[in-house]
């Protein structure tokens, strides 16, 4: 962390000082894989959760019911009250059916506190000459429930079924107008201006089952783009499946990164996630605000400090002034102004995939701080202009495939089909990074008595893509005993392996390109090759 380029404030700097702390560099994400976490196996906050998260591997409805579990949205997968999950579990094992269990943690909305008002935070990332296209893209907001009486969202804000049904909290208010508050001379003004948002109600102390729901909920009513301004400080497998399944269906998630810079600066989810587009705070210098977290999966910056607000009238009473607008500070507010961002260029450009969209923004942000990434501000601040102008970005095909679950029909009901079948050559451009992309994996079908050869050439970038061969029997990439070889030849270096069929009959493979963990970071496009060889 580079002090000098964060605003810190004497008081602050004293405090962290007194307590003798530095703040903490958090580690890099990579993809996860269910595990069995039963009450009295967690340590740490988690302990305390009343409800567990169960995943099963095939249809558990007849013992799910047995227990009092209750099905999530994302299939094959419950949650039960805490004293109940262990006898759950013990029955799913015994059916051979129990895939993973965990702790369905608290989250907390992701706002830090009202600041003094200057009007600003739109016009940093909204060009004047910028007219926003026809409000037909689908805002998602994934909070609170929203005031769909305030004359800033009234008429283009709906309500998706969720566990909350009435205005108790100001926050989702608050976020779909930094997205969508109308322009009509009242109030604020959103990002994209009148855009359709879609509240699915959550309590102020969202669990990860509520995340996951969700998500699910918003995925099926195909938004274009998810904002989700809360966070968990412990990864929740349950969600990561959710996400997978939602950006699979052309949904982006957009994410606050989190206010926790001076609290020791933990990583946050859904914010860290692969494919979910994490979101900084910058004040009005430009510069990183000082409690926005820094780490190595921050994406791109936004304001974040005196965002003007929409607020229910009646939760109206911290500004003096009840009158429907308020200022907040926090990545809860960066993080709508990109999704309204995202909402808007896919509106305006429908070719346009969710990843696409996402890369765009990292690519054409303003950079704010060291030259190219740094871990305050990712990128840098998004430009919408430039992203609405520039080359629209290769395709990172068959996204997400990140794990072996992701494409054998673990996750998405269907596997996905053989990129290879032995035939003819094959070539396919993709990328992996060290944070949004780790890793790739693909599923080929060898003939009977073949001989093959892959290979994995990087075309450009700053990292090195290494190569991997797992047999079909695995389930999980922790899994080195079923590996087949590995390529690690180093940066600018083709990877390449050869292998064998020697059975009679046809035979599956998964092809694996990552990002190795000790890379710091790293971002490599590469093209995989594919050949059958002479058999002897």
């Known amino acids: 962390m580079t002090i000098g380029r964060r605003r810190w404030t004497a008081a602050l700097v004293a405090a962290l000082l007194a307590a003798g702390a530095q703040p903490a560099a958090a580690s890099i994400p990579r993809v996860p894989e269910p595990t069995v976490r039963l009450p ?166 969202l669990r990860c089952s509520d995340s996951v729901n969700g998500i699910k909920a918003l995925a099926a009513e195909s938004v274009g783009v998810i904002n989700a301004s809360y966070g968990f400080t412990e990864p929740c497998y349950a969600e990561y499946e959710a996400l997978a399944v939602a950006y699979g269906t052309g949904t982006m998630v957009v994410a606050a990164a989190g206010n926790e810079f001076q609290q020791g600066n933990p990583v946050n989810y859904p914010a860290a996630w692969p494919h979910v587009l994490s979101v900084a705070s910058i004040g009005q210098d430009g510069q990183s605000s000082f409690f926005s977290s820094a780490n190595a999966t921050i994406d791109v910056a936004a304001p974040g400090e005196d965002v003007p607000l929409a607020i229910p009238p009646a939760l109206d009473t911290t500004d003096g002034a009840q009158d429907g607008v308020t200022l907040g500070s926090g990545t809860s507010f960066a993080a709508p102004i990109v999704a309204g961002a995202v909402a808007w260029i896919r509106a305006a450009r429908p070719e346009v995939t969710n990843g696409q969209a996402a890369d765009l923004l990292r690519r054409t942000a303003t950079d704010n701080g060291p030259p190219g990434w740094d871990r305050d501000n990712g990128y840098g601040i998004i430009n919408l202009q430039k992203a609405l102008t520039a080359q629209v970005p290769r395709i990172d095909p068959l996204e997400p495939n990140d794990s072996i679950a992701e494409i054998d029909g673990t996750v998405f009901s269907e596997p ?44 450009f970038g700053t990292g090195d893509p290494d190569l991997e061969v797992y047999d079909s029997r695995a389930k999980e990439l922790s899994q080195g005993r079923y590996s087949l070889g590995r390529s690690v030849r180093g940066e600018g270096r083709t990877d390449s392996l050869r292998l064998v069929n020697r059975r009679r009959t046809a035979r599956s493979y998964y092809v694996i390109v990552y990002v190795p963990d000790e890379a710091r970071f790293s971002d490599a496009s590469y093209r995989l090759e594919l050949l059958r060889q002479r058999f002897r």
């Open 40 to 205: 009295g196996d967690v340590h740490g906050a988690a302990a305390g959760s009343r409800t567990w998260i169960v995943g099963a591997t095939g249809d558990a409805a007849a013992i799910a019911r047995r227990h009092g579990a209750r099905a999530l949205k994302l299939e094959r997968t419950y949650v039960i009250a805490r004293a109940k999950a262990r006898a759950f579990a013990a029955d799913l094992r015994r059916a051979g059916l129990l895939r993973y269990a965990e702790p369905d943690v608290v989250g907390k909305t992701q706002s830090a506190f009202d600041a003094t008002p200057f009007a600003w935070a739109r016009g940093a990332v909204v060009a004047p000459n910028l007219v926003p296209p026809p409000p037909t893209a689908r805002i998602g907001v994934l909070d609170t429930y929203a005031d769909d009486t305030h004359p800033d969202l009234a008429g283009h804000l709906v309500h998706l079924p969720g566990p909350a049904t009435t205005v108790t909290h100001p926050h989702g208010t608050m976020v779909s107008s930094a997205a969508g508050g109308a322009f009509n001379a009242f109030g604020v003004t959103g990002v994209y201006p009148g855009a359709q948002i879609v509240n699915y109600g959550v309590t102020e102390d």
């Open 416 to 459: 996905d089909d053989p990129i290879w079948r032995g035939g003819a050559r094959k070539l396919l451009s993709a990328s992996v990074d060290s944070v949004e992309d780790p890793i790739d994996v693909y599923r080929v079908r060898v003939p009977a008595r073949t001989r093959w050869k892959v290979l994995v050439h990087p075309r």
